[in-house]
């Protein structure tokens, strides 16, 4: 199968773990052993990746530093693109054959610039910060940050992706069995000026709803969004919460699930789903294997079907049970 496999920031960079270089490699080698399984399974890969944590991490080491060092929010997309897609080629390189093709390609995804997510900033980026360092940092940079437990965190905005710019040559690696890490991010935000030319602009899109978008164009038979929890739960956080196992696009709202994690995957799931014949899977790294089989995860199937439930023990679909609605 050609799958789209989304790498979540947080699959990449656990919460709590230091932002160093070293973490960062020893989590991208860990992820590269769930890609390479796909690989060696017989699959076509395509990986995307998030970089909240990295393009976050970049920004305030800018900020601490000279005014003149401050660089935006495209900048330093393009700049996490390479960094995090250089690791995931080096370390996938290491487990697969040496003839195996593996390139990362900087990606530039069309945004409209009348988008009202520029004037609604809900993308968190970097590490949480107490709250005098927010106040801070809002005062002398002019930043928006939302609460985030007893921390605060920045957020910025997530406008929706129109177009891949590199799509075609994507197309053309993918055609030819290269193994293609791109759209890094969410992509680098562009926009079209009068002209038609184009420009950077201050957001970060969201990485699963480009994975999405990439997917679809691509024509690709599933999408995988990897991340640090191993499902989509019903009553998420509460004691009667239950693996959704499997369920259609249309019985899935975006709107119900937070709009800084799982809602991005629910929408992006949602929207591939829509075509029939094709599934999208939402869960965990090292359960990829198993996501595509039915066997851990959730799957999103196109139409109406009601939800397939599994306690949070349970992990094989003999083992759940129907319900009406979500």
Not at 52 to 68: K, S
Not at 71 to 92: C, K, R, S, V
Not at 308 to 313: D, E, G, L
């Amino acid at each position: 199968m050609r799958i789209v496999v989304a790498l979540g920031g947080n699959a990449l960079l656990k919460r709590g773990e230091p932002m160093t270089a070293e973490q960062q490699r020893t989590n991208v080698r860990h992820a590269a052993k769930s890609l390479a399984e796909l690989v060696e399974a017989g699959h076509q890969i395509v990986i995307t990746h998030g970089n909240g944590p990295q393009v976050g991490l970049l920004a305030l080491q800018a900020a601490a530093g000279p005014p003149d060092g401050v660089h935006p929010l495209d900048l330093l997309g393009a700049q996490t693109e390479g960094m995090i897609g250089y690791l995931i080629e080096q370390e996938l390189g290491n487990l697969l054959p040496d003839d195996a093709m593996i390139a990362t390609l900087l990606t530039q995804v069309r945004v409209d610039a009348e988008d009202p997510a520029f004037g609604d900033p809900t993308k968190p980026i970097g590490a949480s910060v107490d709250e005098l360092t927010a106040e801070h940092m809002t005062a002398h940079r002019g930043w928006t940050f939302a609460p985030e437990g007893a921390r605060w965190r920045r957020v910025v905005p997530s406008p929706l992706p129109r177009e891949i710019l590199e799509l075609r040559v994507i197309r053309m690696l993918v055609e030819r069995d290269v193994v293609v890490i791109c759209t890094g991010g969410g992509g680098i935000p562009v926009v079209a000026r009068a002209d038609g030319s184009l420009i950077g602009v201050e957001a970060v899109i969201d990485k699963d709803r480009a994975s999405g978008l990439l997917a679809d164009q691509l024509k690709a038979d599933m999408l995988l969004l990897l991340t640090d929890v191993d499902a989509v739960y019903a009553n998420f956080g509460e004691p009667d919460a239950e693996r959704i196992a499997s369920v259609g696009s249309e019985n899935l709202n975006p709107d119900d699930y937070a709009k800084g994690s799982m809602g991005p995957k629910i929408a992006a799931a949602k929207m591939f789903a829509t075509s029939k014949g094709r599934a999208a899977g939402i869960g965990r790294l090292e359960d990829a294997i198993a996501i595509i089989a039915g066997h851990a995860g959730t799957r999103v199937k196109h139409g109406v079907e009601p939800a397939r439930y599994c306690s949070p023990s349970t992990h094989r679909l003999p083992g759940c049970r129907d319900h009406l609605t979500l």
